[in-house]
């Protein structure tokens, strides 16, 4: 993350790039070249093409197939990518982005600010992640490798949003007509990434091979990418330890344990701070019985978050503390904590006028789980008796399939429910759909499902939203995170933060804010 | 000759009905499911507005009534365009295509395997009834045949990747190996393909063996049996000229019919082993409530059942003289 001020921000030249993702450019350019890097994923791709489809599945691909203007360094600090050199405007409502002129697509197109235009305003118009380029106006083309970004209004994520996995270069001489959610094209796309598809086969494998033209000179290490596609993390793992593939990502619990005890593997913990994957318990405030914050509250105190982490995700887990994950900038750890406290649970029911009846019970709660997730489920089931302790009767409610946990959260029809929602790098991008109340929408899942309305809230992140000073930004949030982790209108559990391996063979494996989601470019493969 | 060309015909016509039959049938009961695809692909997409989940439905024909979908699925089906995959946003057919290979090889090594081994172990149980050989193939067949398939594939996948690492336990290639030579790429299938072949031979394994020794037991006490050895014949030539032939009949029969029951065991197997075949697609298409692809699917495992009877049938006429003339 970064503080834009009206100075100018001028990128330090992209030869230089490549030194700050892992080695220094003088050993990047001695470093081995060649070999053939496989990646292990249980994600299952719909296509390719991440201007209009987020999630790893479709992102980790795309990262290496597109070029995005810029990149971000484990600093969180934007780099100079397509564009060599970018300024802010001194009001803030525009960006021009300096092009480099030698990049190319795969193939052999020249990358113009057309794409560039054409780019941004596919991903504004057809990306699930409206507020990204929400404020965007207009792109504007001075000249063949200049693109002026103008804004609504100003927009401090605009930077991040432009990094590798959230804004892809698509050509627009391929995409341009049609709809671009079904374009055919989509499955067999042309970028001017790192690497070139080769075969695309849903359900097996991707295939990717190194592109001779890219424009970071003497990138990409490796002669081939292959991600290989395996049907649940343990069978992922099996395979890691096998030796049938070098890189295990997006690991939790018992199977990153057993990915650590390969011999010489390099695990990652923590990997893609900027994903930000919460868990939560989120209640619909719309429900009587969880209207009264203290209700809310007792629940949170009652669930033991040590015990979930340790116990439920042997360890590899961290519990969390409010709607902005630890690897942000913005995060804030003066909050209440809710530390496991039945006691206080006790007290906090009582107050809200809850006592038990004959059978003990206090009152009845539902609550649902997304299926599918295994450690989403573990929680689900263990809060009935940890909730029980207090006089809460709960009643787990399983959903056959995604729709229909959907369609209870999104159409308001469920009591509570665990869920995982991820930040996405910037708050603005992330975290204010969950809290904003304008975004109560029903039917809309990942909106304001919970139907949380503070007026306060609205108010800080509105300011938030426009705030380009880092400082004054940061405060703001500071100040959202207390508010919300007090009003409670979810109980945040924990960090679902996974680790990567990579195998002894990998070079260099990537360390920055997102991960394996970014370009793989400088990754290499030992000989030996 | 021109008999049976009739009956071909004939049961060819029966098949074309059957297979429509099975479409609507299928149509229908997909659709009866709970579950909105729209919401599947807006949560894929990391969900979606009012707005965008209109066009969804529009995109994919989802906001029409049911029974134009239908006629629309059928018109288009019958000219070969099974529609485009909510999931993968392809032509069906394209998908299918591409699976039904992978899904023939492993279903057709399976019963292979398992005829031709389960047969063999079924003869040589048969001519020594009682002996400690006998016993042995008795117990592999119970226990072969009370294995669930996806706990056998388990298993195997835990010796094979953990104990024993010598065969690969997943995939169909070694993507490594990814642009080698035709011979090459066909060693590393045949690989790749023992595992799944054998989980899923063993069970059907253990009943050719104990159907084939039932089968000659019957027939070895038979009096043409008893004829043939008077006549001085060799065992040999007994047990496999006379005695088998006859007794291959309920084995043909039960491979036809069976047919059908493979295919689904490679549903699990596939899974398993994440074979890329109908099954692992037809997998995907049910959690991610993908009607066109499912529908696909089921049409063509329909279409390949149909065939495996036909085959059987004709089959009857090879083995059985005394059918050619019907």
Request: hydrophobic share 45%.
């Amino acid at each position: 993350m970064t503080t834009l001020t009206r100075r100018r921000l001028l990128g330090a030249g992209a030869a230089a790039t490549a030194g700050l993702f892992g080695l220094p450019l003088e050993a990047l350019a001695q470093a081995a070249r060649g070999g053939v890097l496989v990646i292990g994923t249980t994600q299952k791709p719909r296509h390719l093409n991440s201007a209009v489809q987020s999630g790893i599945a479709t992102m980790a691909p795309a990262a290496q197939l597109f070029a995005s203007p810029l990149r971000m360094d484990a600093q969180w600090k934007p780099q100079p990518y397509l564009a060599e050199r970018w300024e802010l405007s001194p009001d803030n409502r525009s960006v021009t982005l300096f092009l480099r002129k030698d990049a190319v697509f795969h193939d052999g197109r020249p990358v113009t600010a057309e794409d560039v235009k054409f780019s941004l305003e596919a991903i504004r118009d057809n990306h699930p992640f409206t507020s990204m380029y929400g404020p965007l106006n207009a792109v504007t083309i001075p000249d063949r490798h200049t693109a002026v970004v103008r804004l609504a209004e100003p927009h401090p994520a605009l930077l991040l949003a432009m990094s590798t996995s959230l804004t892809p270069i698509i050509p627009a001489h391929v995409f341009a007509g049609g709809d671009l959610k079904v374009h055919p094209r989509n499955a067999s796309p042309v970028g001017s990434g790192p690497f070139k598809l080769v075969e695309f086969k849903p359900g097996e494998h991707l295939v990717l091979e190194r592109f001779d033209r890219f424009f970071l000179k003497n990138l990409p290490r490796l002669d081939r990418l292959i991600f290989k596609e395996y049907k649940d993390p343990g069978s992922l793992v099996l395979a890691f330890e096998a030796g049938e593939i070098d890189a295990a990502p997006q690991l939790t619990g018992l199977e990153l344990a057993r990915a650590r005890r390969v011999a010489g593997a390099q695990v990652i913990d923590k990997a893609a701070p900027a994903v930000g994957p919460l868990v939560w318990l989120a209640f619909n405030l719309k429900n009587p019985k969880l209207t009264d914050k203290r209700v809310r509250q007792a629940i949170s105190f009652a669930i033991d978050r040590e015990f979930v982490v340790k116990g439920l995700a042997g360890g590899t887990v961290q519990r969390s503390t409010g709607p902005i994950a630890s690897g942000s900038p913005f995060y804030s750890a003066e909050v209440e904590r809710y530390d496991h406290n039945p006691g206080k649970a006790l007290q906090l029911l009582d107050a809200a006028g809850l006592k038990p009846g004959a059978d003990g019970n206090r009152f009845t709660l539902e609550i649902d789980c997304p299926p599918g997730f295994a450690a989403l489920t573990a929680i689900q089931e263990y809060l009935r008796p940890a909730l029980a302790k207090v006089g809460i009767a709960v009643t787990v409610r399983n959903s056959p399939d995604f729709p229909t946990w959907a369609r209870r959260v999104a159409g308001q029809q469920f009591e509570a429910t665990m869920d995982g929602v991820w930040n996405w790098g910037d708050p603005v991008i992330g975290v204010h759909r969950t809290w904003l109340s304008s975004n109560i929408r029903p039917g809309v899942i990942w909106s304001n499902t919970q139907s949380y309305s503070s007026p306060k809230v609205d108010e800080l992140l509105a300011a938030a939203a426009r705030e380009m000073n880092l400082a004054r930004r940061t405060a703001l949030y500071k100040e959202f995170q207390k508010i919300v982790v007090d009003d409670c209108p979810v109980a945040f559990v924990i960090e679902s933060t996974w680790g990567e391996a990579w195998g002894r063979k990998v070079d260099n494996p990537p360390r920055g804010i997102w991960g394996n989601i970014d370009s793989l470019a400088e990754v290499g493969m030992r000989k030996a | 000759m021109q008999r049976t060309l009739v009956t071909v015909l004939r049961r060819l016509a029966l098949a074309v009905g059957l297979v429509l039959a099975v479409l609507a049938v299928n149509f229908t009961l997909i659709h009866a499911a709970p579950g909105d695809p729209a919401l599947v692909i807006a949560g894929e997409m990391g969900g979606a507005d009012e707005a965008t989940m209109a066009t969804i439905r529009k995109t994919y024909g989802l906001d029409r009534p049911l029974h134009e979908q239908f006629f629309t699925y059928l018109g288009k089906s019958v000219r070969g365009d099974l529609g485009t995959s909510y999931t993968y946003n392809r032509p069906v057919i394209d998908l299918i295509l591409g699976r039904l290979g992978p899904t023939v090889l492993l279903v057709l090594t399976a019963l292979l395997c398992a005829i031709v081994i389960g047969t063999g172990l079924g003869v040589l149980a048969s001519r020594r009834p009682d002996s400690f050989g006998s016993g042995v193939v008795t117990v592999f067949s119970l226990v072969g045949y009370a294995m669930p398939v996806f706990w056998t594939g388990i298993l195997l996948v835990i010796l094979f990747g953990k104990v024993w690492p010598v065969m690969p336990i997943a995939g169909m290639r070694d993507v490594r190996a990814f642009g080698a030579g035709p011979w090459q790429a066909a060693l590393d299938v045949a690989h790749h393909l023992v595992l799944p072949a054998a989980t899923l031979a063993i069970v059907y394994l253990a009943q050719y063996s104990r159907l084939s020794r039932a089968s000659m037991l019957e027939v070895l006490g038979s009096d043409y049996i008893r004829t043939a050895r008077a006549k001085g014949l060799s065992d040999a030539v007994v047990t496999f000229k006379h005695a088998l032939r006859n007794a291959l009949m309920p084995i043909v029969t039960i491979a036809g019919l069976q047919f059908g029951n493979l295919i689904s065991g490679a549903v699990l197997v596939e899974t398993v082993f994440s074979w890329p075949g109908l099954g692992t697609l037809a997998l995907d298409a049910i959690l991610g409530r993908d009607y066109p692809t499912l529908l696909g699917v089921l049409t063509f495992s329909a279409i390949l059942v149909i065939v495996a009877n036909l085959i059987t049938d004709l089959s009857y006429r090879w083995i059985d003289p005394r059918l050619r003339g019907r």
